[in-house]
């Protein structure tokens, strides 16, 4: 499985973007799928995560309310729909996919198998 992810750049706090992550191979639909961000002298942290159906998601405490995960298994794609965005939310957005060891881990980068190479998101004041 190869992830891309796109959608990044920037904009002015308050604003929106719309990341996706595009993927090959047949089994990426049934791989529980993750976005990730690492901002600048900062460790890599859980923005959200989809179930493989889409039909469960979560959310850190940082953007709940503000970013929405979803998934288009048809297409092979996830998104992370991010308004109201702030400049703390400045990072490189990764997207991961097939969860190992259980959903306890969901929040880990290292229980993720696929990663995709990031796309930079900038948000100004």
């Known amino acids: 499985v190869q992830l891309q992810a796109s959608g990044g750049g920037l904009v002015q706090a308050g604003g929106s973007l719309r990341l996706s992550c595009a993927a090959s191979?047949?089994?990426?639909?049934?791989?529980?799928s993750a976005w990730f961000r690492q901002g600048p002298g900062k460790e890599r942290e859980f923005v959200a995560a989809v179930s493989w159906r889409g039909g469960s998601t979560l959310y850190a405490d940082s953007v709940k309310g503000r970013f929405t995960i979803s998934r288009d298994n048809v297409k092979n794609t996830v998104y992370l729909q991010m308004s109201s965005l702030k400049p703390e939310d400045t990072a490189v957005y990764y997207c991961a996919a097939q969860l190992i060891g259980g959903t306890d881990y969901i929040t880990h980068p290292s229980s993720y198998t696929y990663w995709g190479r990031g796309t930079l998101v900038t948000v100004s004041s």
């Open positions: 191979g047949r089994s990426f639909s049934s791989y529980t």
